[in-house]
């Protein structure tokens, strides 16, 4: 797989997997099981190859059905990256 762009720094959708994978880890965690029924994701740097990112994800509401879930995506000094909306919905009730 590659994931340097042709700028040379890491993908876009590298990125929207980290997001996506903090998702499915947190929905896994709080003992549900579900699946992204929307997302969205805003860029705001790039990621330079060898960077740490980190996700960092926040509730925004969490019902019998649906799930809404912001992710922001950071780097070692805390510079916000991108930041993503989940609208999860979950398959086990």
Same mark, same amino acid.
């Given at each position: 797989m590659? =994931?340097?762009n =042709?700028?040379? @720094?890491?993908?876009g959708?590298?990125l929207?997997?980290?997001?996506? #994978? &903090?998702?499915?880890?947190y929905v896994?965690?709080?003992g549900r099981?579900?699946a992204a029924?929307d997302a969205?994701?805003?860029?705001?740097?790039?990621?330079?190859?060898g960077? @740490?990112v @980190?996700a960092?994800?926040?509730e925004?509401?969490?019902?019998k059905?649906?799930?809404?879930?912001?992710?922001e995506?950071r780097?070692? #000094?805390?510079?916000?990256?991108?930041d993503?909306?989940f609208t999860? &919905?979950?398959?086990?009730r």
């Amino acid at each position: 797989m590659r =994931i340097k762009n =042709i700028n040379g @720094t890491v993908h876009g959708g590298i990125l929207f997997y980290v997001c996506d #994978e &903090a998702i499915g880890r947190y929905v896994k965690k709080i003992g549900r099981i579900g699946a992204a029924a929307d997302a969205n994701i805003h860029y705001y740097h790039p990621v330079r190859i060898g960077q @740490t990112v @980190t996700a960092v994800l926040q509730e925004r509401k969490v019902g019998k059905k649906l799930g809404i879930f912001l992710v922001e995506a950071r780097d070692e #000094e805390g510079k916000l990256l991108a930041d993503s909306l989940f609208t999860v &919905a979950f398959l086990d009730r």
